[in-house]
Structures are given as structure tokens and as C-alpha cells.
T-cell receptor, first 113, second 114 residues
Framework: SQQGEEDPQALSIQEGENATMNCSYK?????LQWYRQNSGRGLVHLIL?????REKHSGRLRVTLDTSKKSSSLLITASRAADTASYFC?????????????FGTGTRLQVTL | KAGVTQTPRYLIKTRGQQVTLSCSPI?????VSWYQQTPGQGLQFLFE???????NKGNFPGRFSGRQFSNSRSEMNVSTLELGDSALYLC?????????????FGPGTRLLVL
């Protein structure tokens, strides 16, 4: 079953606008990661935020994490047409030696000119 | 460094057949994980291998199996294919073992079962 639920399922904005997508999860986590997927291809890692961090930046990306609410948000500022993709949050749970990621349902972002 | 490579990229099989997919991780990466992606179920974890040993397994039937070789390359096998096995199969590698390390994904193998 999915660990995370993402909201909204789909988002359409114009180039230059900001895009915000949210992720909620169910259990305690080690860290939360965001990935991008273009048209059914492989996933590209965007950013990782650890459970003891509240906010992280990478270029035009800003991620927040609220462990008390079990939620995270990804903000893409000044969006570009090339940002059109599906975005997934993925949670990592400490299972000792395992590297299992549990993915959310994804948000489809469409950026139009 | 070259990225994760997966072969073949596309595959068409019929019900009842078996299939083997291959994944070559980034050089130096010893952990390989497999995921299945379908429109209905989304991205689901299949299994993870590290140093030729399966370290973790998702909730898939025994028809799904895998292995890892001494050079860290991995294969997954699906026997007695069903229509519902049609999916994008993604392989990911990471340099370390352990929860939540960044994983680097390959382009995937798209399997269609007729």
C-alpha cells in the first residue's frame, strides 16, 4: 500500500508561477525524498530532507517537513515548461539494513507557456 | 559515471511465459532495488539486493524473484506472466546500504503482457 498521499493529484500553472505540492504519510520516518518522473521514464532524485530537518533548499526547490503532522511540501519557484512532470514523495523507514522507499501517489504538474 | 542501465527497454510477452529483466548499477554501487509502477497501484517496492543477498522484499507473489551477481548487476525474473504484470519495472542503485539513502533510477523496462 502507498505510504504517502499527494495533493493535488494534478496541477496546471503558467510559466513563471510557483507550484506547491503536498505529501502526507502515515508512520515515523528516517527521511523523506522527492523525485521527478518525465513521461513514464525513470525517476530523478530531487532532494532529501531528514526527519530532524524542517526546511531545505536546492536551487528553485524548497522542501518543508512537519513530522508532527506527518506532512511535507515541495515548492517549485518560477516554474518553467521543462518542469512539466510527475512529482513523487518517498519515505524511508528505518528497518535496519534495508533501503526501501515507499512512494506517494504523485502529483502531475503541467507548466504551460 | 554512467547511470543505471536497464535492458531491455521494451518487452512484449504472452500470458504464461516468463521474463528476465537486467539492471546494471552505477559503478561502485552495491545496492540494487527493484520497483514496479502501474497506473492502478503506483510505485511499489519489489526487493533490494546488497552484496548478492536479498535484504528486503515487498508484497509480491513468489513468481517474482531476483538475484544479484558479484559485479552488483542484478536480474529480476517473473514466471507465469499474468496480464496484471504489465508495468514499468524500475531498477535503482545506491552506494550504501541502509534506510533512505538516495537512490538513482534507471530508465525502466516497460513490459506488456498480452
Amino acid at each position: 500500500s502507498q505510504q504517502g498521499e499527494e495533493d493535488p493529484q494534478a496541477l496546471s500553472i503558467q510559466e513563471g508561477e510557483n507550484a506547491t505540492m503536498n505529501c502526507s504519510y502515515k508512520t515515523s520516518i528516517n527521511n523523506l525524498q522527492w523525485y521527478r518522473q518525465n513521461s513514464g521514464r525513470g525517476l530523478v532524485h530531487l532532494i532529501l530532507i531528514r526527519s530532524n530537518e524542517r526546511e531545505k533548499h536546492s536551487g528553485r526547490l524548497r522542501v518543508t517537513l512537519d513530522t508532527s503532522k506527518k506532512s511535507s511540501s515541495l515548492l517549485i519557484t518560477a516554474s518553467r515548461a521543462a518542469d512539466t512532470a510527475s512529482y513523487f514523495c518517498a519515505t524511508a523507514i528505518n528497518t535496519g539494513t534495508a533501503s526501501k522507499l515507499t512512494f506517494g501517489t504523485g502529483t502531475r504538474l503541467q507548466v504551460t507557456l | 559515471k554512467a547511470g543505471v542501465t536497464q535492458t531491455p527497454r521494451y518487452l512484449i510477452k504472452t500470458r504464461g511465459q516468463q521474463v528476465t529483466l537486467s539492471c546494471s548499477p552505477i559503478s561502485g554501487h552495491r545496492s540494487v532495488s527493484w520497483y514496479q509502477q502501474t497506473p492502478g497501484q503506483g510505485l511499489q517496492f519489489l526487493f533490494e539486493y546488497f552484496s548478492e543477498t536479498q535484504r528486503n522484499k515487498g508484497n509480491f507473489p513468489g513468481r517474482f524473484s531476483g538475484r544479484q551477481f558479484s559485479n552488483s548487476r542484478s536480474e529480476m525474473n517473473v514466471s507465469t506472466l499474468e496480464l496484471g504484470d504489465s508495468a514499468l519495472y524500475l531498477c535503482a542503485s545506491s552506494s550504501l546500504q541502509g534506510a533512505g539513502k538516495t537512490q538513482y533510477f534507471g530508465p525502466g523496462t516497460r513490459l506488456l503482457v498480452l
